[in-house]
């Protein structure tokens, strides 16, 4: 063996690693101590750094790291057979299709008629609001989330809160195509309780950033609409199982990703209409 190569490599090695390391200590705000808040000098700074990308950032980045613990759910699929029923059975019920699927999303569309453009903002989440509210109703008690714009139409997202916190997973999303209801779609976890210990979640900031490297090329000339923290999960075939605490970074298409609020990796990224 070449010693004074493999100690030339090993030097160069730990140089790379001191690189890295110091990269992260520069470029990601994780708090002098766990837990900690950021400070408006934090914020600021990573917000400048994530523009000069490219990337607009046009909400509030929560500056606080509470501790959060997993959130126990189970399938509410009780809930969405009573929706489904509405949506064929009710006197009132517009028409079309609702279907149950396997994965627990409730799915219904129907056939609109032309339309001259999109109605206003205000009254396509009215519209949105009127039909969650007729055909989902309680337990669900979905709240405004967001609304997008899409061509002619509008997204509107309604989604569900346990102790405060978005359960991102149980939602009711709206498409609004001229002025009327053209899609929607449901889903519904039901909250058991919490397991675990509560643990600091990671900076918001290092959500946004780890959200935009996600994106990669495709985040350049968007804007960050939304940053929420909340509990994500996908569905699983249980009786019951965990969700975990996520920071949820929405972008001003409609797009987003859910970064793992404890470990700061990227959970699923999700694209308008799923």
């Given at each position: 063996m070449d010693w004074s190569r493999a100690k030339s490599a090993l030097i160069v090695a730990f140089l790379v690693l001191d690189l890295f390391l110091g990269w992260q200590v520069r470029n990601r705000v994780v708090g002098m101590e766990p837990g900690s808040?950021?400070?408006?000098?934090?914020?600021?700074?990573?917000?400048?750094?994530?523009?000069?990308?490219?990337?607009?950032?046009?909400?509030?980045?929560?500056r606080s790291r509470p501790s959060l613990s997993y959130l126990v759910v189970r399938p509410g699929t009780a809930v969405l057979r009573d929706t489904q029923a509405?949506?064929?059975?009710?006197?009132?019920?517009?028409?079309?299709?609702?279907?149950?699927?396997?994965?627990?999303?409730?799915?219904?569309?129907?056939?609109?008629?032309?339309?001259?453009?999109?109605?206003?903002?205000?009254?396509?989440?009215?519209?949105?609001?009127?039909?969650?509210?007729?055909?989902?109703?309680?337990?669900m008690d979905l709240e405004f989330d967001y609304a997008v714009a899409l061509g002619e139409a509008w997204l509107i997202n309604f989604c569900s809160k346990f102790d405060g916190k978005p359960v991102f997973d149980s939602y009711a999303r709206v498409l609004v195509r001229g002025a009327e209801v053209a899609e929607a779609r449901f889903s519904w976890f039901e909250p058991v309780g919490y397991s675990q210990q509560r643990r600091s979640v990671v900076a918001s900031t290092d959500a946004v950033m780890a959200a935009v490297a996600e994106l990669g090329g495709g985040a350049r000339g968007q804007s960050v609409a939304g940053v929420s923290l909340g509990y994500h999960s996908e569905p699983y075939d249980a009786k019951q199982w965990e969700s975990?605490?996520?920071?949820?970074?929405?972008?001003?298409?409609?797009?987003?990703?859910?970064?793992?609020?404890?470990?700061?990796?990227?959970?699923?990224?999700?694209?308008?209409?799923?």
């Open positions: 808040d950021l400070t408006v000098a934090d914020v600021r700074s990573v917000q400048a750094k994530i523009e000069a990308g490219g990337v607009r950032v046009e909400c509030p980045l929560p509405r949506l064929l059975g009710a006197e009132d019920s517009p028409g079309g299709l609702a279907t149950l699927l396997d994965n627990g999303v409730l799915i219904y569309t129907r056939e609109v008629g032309s339309h001259a453009g999109a109605m206003p903002k205000n009254d396509a989440i009215g519209a949105a609001r009127a039909f969650v509210e007729r055909f989902a109703g309680r337990p975990v605490p996520v920071w949820r970074v929405l972008f001003g298409s409609g797009q987003a990703v859910y970064v793992n609020a404890h470990t700061g990796e990227v959970e699923r990224p999700e694209r308008p209409g799923r």
